[in-house]
């Protein structure tokens, strides 16, 4: 599949417009619904990869968006109720009962760079497997998330976020600073 080009200043100008001209609910219910279509993707190709190789699925692509989303909203210091709110939203979706905030935050303490760096890895590596408005519309869910319960978006989000555009293909400002200037 062709790969559709990517915009961080265009994704968080429309993150940011959103969330000034939605309620909470339903802006929480639009980051769930972002991350859903590359997911139902992804499960799609696993599960049917291990029923080639004889493996039992046993949910291993939730978990990579789940370690995802915690390490995500966990990267500004603080995991507000309105991020709490959207991951519990995604885990009914999934029809997996969702973590306490107290096994949140135990997750998000194991969790290293290297697993986080290989859940991305994955994800990105199946780009020109994964239809690309869903693709994009995934990373536009993480700009989302960026906001939620706040209307900020700071330097380790975007170097999260930063980390699914593909360098000379896509448009990310090369660093926080470039970015700060560029974002409206």
Known sequence: MAMEKMNLINMMNT??????????????????????????????????????????????VFYVFQRLIVYFTFSDGDFLQGEYDAYVKYCDWAHIQPLSVAD???????????????????????RDSIDPENFTALVQGFCYMSLLGDK????????????????????CPEDWETFKREWK
């Open 15 to 60: 993150a940011w417009e959103r969330k000034n001209e939605v309620s909470a609910e339903e802006y929480e219910v639009k980051v769930k619904n972002l991350l859903s279509h590359a997911f139902v993707e992804i499960e799609r190709m696993y599960v049917d990869f291990c029923k080639e190789k004889g493996y039992e699925y046993k949910d291993e």
């Open 152 to 171: 900020s978006f700071d330097e380790n989000e975007y170097y999260i976020i930063r980390c699914f555009f593909e360098r000379g293909y896509d448009y």
């Open 104 to 126: 949140c935050k135990a997750l998000n303490e194991r969790l290293t760079s290297e697993t986080i760096i290989n859940d991305i890895k994955l994800i990105n590596g199946l």
